[in-house]
């Protein structure tokens, strides 16, 4: 079975699920939260703002960093991968899907790039909203077209080295709360890495996303390649784990 196969069925399994709510519900209250906060700021911002700052550079860095988006990226895409593995548990379908003609890293594989897909999904709808914000405010400055799909890339980039982990992690549990906990336990533990060890944020992999943002943290060349190594790493061995536990 063609991995392109496997990665529709995923995506057909997840039909009635409960994930595709949670890639609603997230960026529509990201959106909410901007705009209650620039409706009520947005003078305030603008006067305190570093100069060459433009509403979309506030609105951005709003987001990404008083809201809390930069740090909590990573906690959403461990909830993806706990909805997109929970469904094989719940129905108990792990027998059938391994019945047909297909390997099990393939299938392994496949829940790995649904997972990459729908957390870019719940990325890009956030920045949908961020825009909508942008234009609803009626911003005086042209938007930002290329500064705000460079952070979707950026984000996109940023976190293949923690849906890699989660991966491993949502195929290892079979109970699904326990990948969020330690997702949740990844994200606040960030916050402190981040600002107490700088130095040491740039190989843990629940900070990556937090330097995304491009107007503090212009380069990001080393968190790049971190973010590529460790996925390719967790990758290898969640599949080696993957192909030797007993899932019937």
Known sequence: MKITTLLWLELYK???GWIWLFLVVIPSGTTLAMFLDFTIRYDYL???AQPGFSSWDLLLLENHRILGWGLFVPMFIGIIYAFLYQVEESQNSWKKILSLPVQRESVYVSKFLVGVVLSSLLILLNMLGLLLVGKIMNFPEQIEWGKYFSYVGKQILMILAVASIHNWLSSYFKNMIIPIVIGFA???LSSF???SFPETATVYPYAFVFFTDG???QEQTEVFRNSVILMLL???LGT???KRKDIL
């Open 14 to 16: 997840q039909k009635k």
């Open 46 to 48: 603008l006067d305190t």
């Open 186 to 188: 990844g994200v606040i």
């Open 193 to 195: 890495v981040i600002f």
């Open 215 to 217: 107007l503090v943290y």
């Open 234 to 236: 967790f990758l290898g």
């Open 240 to 242: 080696w784990h993957f």
